[in-house]
């Protein structure tokens, strides 16, 4: 096929940045089935935004929908192993195996149904055994069965739904309305000596369901630290020190744990509400092709500069990542584009998907939105949200310097250079289409004008259709249909991952391990403040392998934020260096989820990808000390206090970016990429004796480059 004529192909080099991406264990089904999910997934999203706007819900009511309908649409859009492991022929004999847990379900859901149609259920008086045989027993069994068939015997075929995951779906939705119906008693019961056997069948299905959903979301290690939590509840008794508790009986656990102390907690509370809004607005930036505009726009200002296409993920990846908040979906959906044309002028493999991994993560440093981040932390701490994207400036400008400087210095090391301008987007006619930008303003000054956030955000989606209209790709009713679709679609991974969070947040809360943890934090650091924030680094790492950020962040904030606070760190400084870190996870070997998503399309080693992304991303892991030793990168000080620790921190940001990439004015040996890297730390404090000696070496090191002094001669003077 020849390309069109004129400047057509470089106006659609973005093309596809917006396109649905789809897991590999994502179904696609077709015909009336899949217009029937499609709905579903339409009415999801349409729920949540019309009871936010419009008729708020009762908190319990509205999160239990939220989970249980997460779950129920999650198991049938997404099956429990990849496709392009087994696509072929529907197996036999398979209705037959599936056939009695079908049953059981059934009859369970009926009596839950029963209780909606006769206004009657477990009440106080009733036994504790009450509805063993018509709820507890057969939902739990089976469900137990349905999940084996579906691990067993999974449906082959992409376009079909599968049946035992249909019989899972009615599970959920039968835990779903229990717990609904019995809210006004479970208040009450849970977790306490009154509550039912029912209750707790009901809440342990629920847990069952919520972690099975996220193993086939976001993998097996969020499933293994909350097993590991979950368990950790009953053998208590048998743990020595801290860890010590008198250990819980499975009713008064799981019903405790499906109560807003646990899975209906601040984890749901925040996914309910701000993630799904902002996946929604994400969402129709997408369907508006909003998106290609925003990397078109970074192709146009800089794809023809040396390392032109590193340099355009780093802000198109980064203005992405702000909006969407999950940094592996983001490299997916950015790096399709950008790492084959960094390949392209030179960048290795490895290389190009750690400056995407990097920049995506970065996204969620990013003001306004952050991800959802700002508004996360701000539910959590009580700080006004406008503090926090104030207060995030700063840091996400040194971050985005950090890798913008390695991707620039790397590129002079290599001698690359940038794609020919006229292969790229035409900028002045980009120019004329900045009013795409209305949208993300529109929800600054709103929120500035102090309207919520969720009416911010609801204006922002209507601003996103409306200047749509000034473009060729009008959003009409289909367009907002798709985009509320994808909006589930999107939204489904946050759902069960909080979710899971939740039940870690639960077992925190029930058994004190938080309190007793910050205890032993401050035993460890024996009141030292640096000591103290290393092992707060250590753990939100670690905490945030394998996790989306949002559910990283919540639950190391719950462990550790209080110890940090208790040692006299101010609040919003402990919050944002826990968020940084958790954010910083996704490229921290040896999970690093986005940076294994990057090394799937460059085709390179993942290992050696999540490293070269650490590189990348270092300066995340300093500027947080940073923030703490110098508050004034927080914006809290005089201005002239601010602009000295900011200059003093781009200049230090430069002097690490050159170490590690060794090239600082030619080529760096090891002993003075050391050297180098040593005067960047000595401007972390934001002393002036520090900045000087940092500069005074960065001026010696020039010099040898140069061949003004030489290196013996330096070595010879310090004798």
Not at 104 to 109: H, I, K, R, T
Request: aromatic share 10%.
């Amino acid at each position: 096929m020849t390309a069109p004529k004129d400047d057509a192909p470089a106006q659609d080099i973005a093309s596809g940045v917006d396109n649905e991406i789809f897991a590999g264990n994502q179904r696609k089904p077709i015909g009336s089935i899949g217009l029937l999910v499609g709905a579903l997934c339409v009415i999801y999203t349409a729920f949540h935004i019309g009871v936010m706007n419009l008729y708020p819900l009762e908190t319990w009511t509205y999160r239990l929908i939220h989970v249980g309908g997460g779950l129920a649409i999650g198991f049938l859009l997404f099956s429990s192993l990849s496709f392009g492991e087994r696509e072929g022929p529907a197996q036999r004999n398979r209705l037959m195996l599936l056939a009695p847990g079908a049953v059981l379900v059934l009859v369970a859901l009926a009596q839950v149904v029963w209780f909606w149609i006769s206004g009657t259920g477990v009440d106080q008086a009733a036994q504790a055994t009450a509805f063993r045989w018509t709820f507890g027993a057969p939902l739990a069994i089976g469900t137990a069965l349905t999940l084996i068939v579906a691990w067993i015997m999974p449906e082959p075929r992409r376009a079909r739904l599968d049946a035992a995951d249909i019989v899972l779906a009615m599970s959920a939705i039968a835990v779903t309305l229990y717990i609904i119906f019995h809210a006004p008693f479970l208040r009450l019961r849970a977790g306490t000596a009154l509550a039912k056997e029912a209750d707790m069948w009901a809440a342990l299905v629920g847990v069952v369901l919520i972690l099975e959903l996220t193993r086939r979301m976001a993998g097996l290690a969020l499933v293994i630290i909350a097993g590991i939590f979950v368990i950790y509840s009953f053998v208590g008794p048998w743990l020595p020190g801290i860890l010590y508790h008198k250990g819980y009986s499975l009713t008064r656990f799981f019903t405790y744990v499906f109560t807003d102390q646990g899975i209906l907690g601040p984890t749901t509370a925040i996914s309910s509400t701000y993630i799904i809004l902002f996946v929604a607005f994400a969402a129709f930036l997408q369907a508006s092709r909003v998106g290609e505009y925003f990397v078109n726009f970074a192709f146009a200002a800089a794809g023809d500069r040396r390392g032109g296409p590193a340099k355009v993920a780093v802000f198109g990846s980064g203005l992405m990542g702000m909006i969407n908040g999950t940094s592996a979906g983001n490299v997916v959906a950015t790096g399709s584009l950008t790492i084959p044309l960094m390949k392209r002028v030179g960048y290795k493999p490895q290389t190009a998907a750690a400056v995407e991994a990097a920049a995506s993560s970065g996204g969620q440093i990013l003001p306004p939105i952050m991800g959802a981040g700002a508004f996360i932390m701000s539910e959590i701490t009580g700080i006004a949200y406008s503090d926090i994207v104030i207060a995030a400036i700063i840091p996400a400008l040194l971050y985005f310097a950090s890798v913008y400087f390695n991707v620039d210095l790397a590129a002079q090391k290599y001698d690359m250079k940038g794609i020919p301008r006229e292969e790229l987007p035409k900028f002045r006619k980009l120019a004329r289409q900045v009013f795409l930008f209305i949208p993300i303003f529109i929800l600054i000054g709103a929120l500035f004008m102090g309207y919520s956030v969720i009416r911010a955000g609801t204006l922002a989606m209507g601003a996103a259709a409306v200047v749509s209209w000034l473009t060729p790709y009008r959003m009409g009713v289909k367009e907002i249909l798709f985009a509320l679709e994808i909006s589930t679609k999107m939204t489904l991974q946050l759902v069960a991952v909080c979710a899971a969070a939740g039940i870690i947040v639960g077992v925190i809360a029930l058994t004190g391990l938080g309190t007793r943890f910050s205890s032993l934090l401050l035993g460890l650091a024996e009141n030292n403040q640096i000591i103290a924030l290393f092992f707060a680094m250590v753990v939100s790492i670690v905490l945030g392998m394998g996790m989306p950020t949002t559910a990283a962040y919540a639950v190391a904030a719950s462990v550790i934020a209080p110890g940090l606070i208790s040692m006299g760190i101010d609040m919003l400084t402990a919050h944002f260096f826990i968020f940084y870190f958790a954010v910083m996870s996704a490229i921290t070997p040896p999970v690093a989820l986005a940076a294994y998503a990057g090394a799937a399309i460059a085709q390179s080693d993942p290992m050696k990808t999540s490293v070269e992304s650490f590189k990348m991303g270092l300066a995340a892991f300093v500027v947080p000390f940073m923030f703490f030793s110098s508050p004034e990168l927080l914006m809290q000080g005089s201005t002239a206090d601010i602009i000295h620790v900011v200059i003093g921190a781009l200049l230090g940001v430069y002097l690490l970016s050159s170490a590690v990439q060794g090239w600082f004015f030619g080529n760096l040996n090891i002993a003075l990429r050391i050297v180098l890297a040593l005067a960047a730390m000595a401007m972390i404090d934001s002393g002036y004796l520090t900045d000087a000696i940092g500069l005074g070496t960065a001026v010696m090191i020039w010099a040898v480059q140069k061949k003004m002094v030489k290196s013996a001669t330096i070595a010879h003077g310090a004798d």
